[in-house]
């Protein structure tokens, strides 16, 4: 049973434009979440967090919304570069313990 | 230097052997972790552990049993080696206490078991 689900394998954007990439989730434990960007042959470094009594953070180019009544959340990348092509893992955490990941998303994004 | 540092990054083995994955973190961290990843399932955790005395099994523990030597070190092993072992692991830290989830990631094992 997949608790953090990534349904979209990849996305393609052109600079400049805006990328968004989806995440939902089924466990209602969950009260923090998490996005991690990995780049080939590198571990995952992190991006951007929202806590579950919060419904929007943002740092720099990058936004994170959560809607906890649908169970989704998104990371908005605005404007997106070309140097921010990567899998992008969304990943759910409760009471602290371990991290949930999603399978991840590959963003594309061409010049 | 790294902060948290994986060895070796690259390995072949056979089935049947036993392998040693380590890893090394300077972050002062008490909680350590081990994943694999394998293309299109994403992350999954094997073993963590939140200080020397305390070890559990992840989503994934059959077939691997870890050691935690130091508060800095901590070590996955394939006791026989399956080729279904084939994967990228990887190693991340996490520090304990306040309200910080953040897990800091080593650069990844990539293990290839024929």
């Known amino acids: 049973d997949q608790q953090v689900k990534q349904n979209s394998p990849s996305l393609s954007v052109q600079e400049g434009r805006i990328s968004i990439l989806n995440c939902d989730y089924t466990?209602?434990?969950?009260?923090?979440f998490l996005w991690y960007k990995k780049y080939p042959a590198e571990g995952p470094t992190f991006l951007i967090s929202?806590?579950?009594?919060?419904d929007k953070n943002e740092d720099g180019r990058f936004t994170v919304f959560l809607n906890k009544s649908a169970k989704h959340l998104s990371l908005h990348i605005v404007p997106s570069q070309p140097g921010d092509s990567a899998v992008y893992f969304c990943?759910?955490?409760?009471?602290?313990?371990?991290?949930?990941f999603g399978k991840g998303t590959m963003l594309l994004v061409s010049p | 230097d790294a902060d948290v540092t994986q060895t070796p990054r690259n390995r072949i083995t056979k089935t049947g052997k036993r392998i040693m994955l380590e890893c090394s973190q300077t972050?002062?961290?008490?909680?350590m972790y081990w994943y694999r990843q394998d293309p299109g399932l994403g992350l999954r955790l094997i073993y963590y552990?939140?200080?020397?005395?305390?070890?559990n099994k992840g989503e994934i523990s059959d077939g691997y049993s870890v050691s935690r030597q130091a508060q800095a070190k901590f070590s996955l092993s394939l006791e026989s080696a399956i080729p279904n072992q084939t994967a990228l692991y990887f190693c991340?830290?996490?520090?304990?206490?306040?309200?910080?989830?953040?897990?800091?990631f080593g650069p990844g094992t990539r293990l290839l078991v024929l």
């Open positions: 991340a830290t996490r520090a304990s206490g306040g309200d910080q989830e953040t897990q800091y």
């Open positions: 466990n209602s434990m969950f009260d923090y």
């Open positions: 929202i806590s579950s009594i919060k």
């Open positions: 990943a759910g955490s409760s009471g602290y313990s371990t991290l949930t």
């Open positions: 972050k002062g961290h008490d909680r």
């Open positions: 552990s939140f200080d020397v005395k305390d070890i």
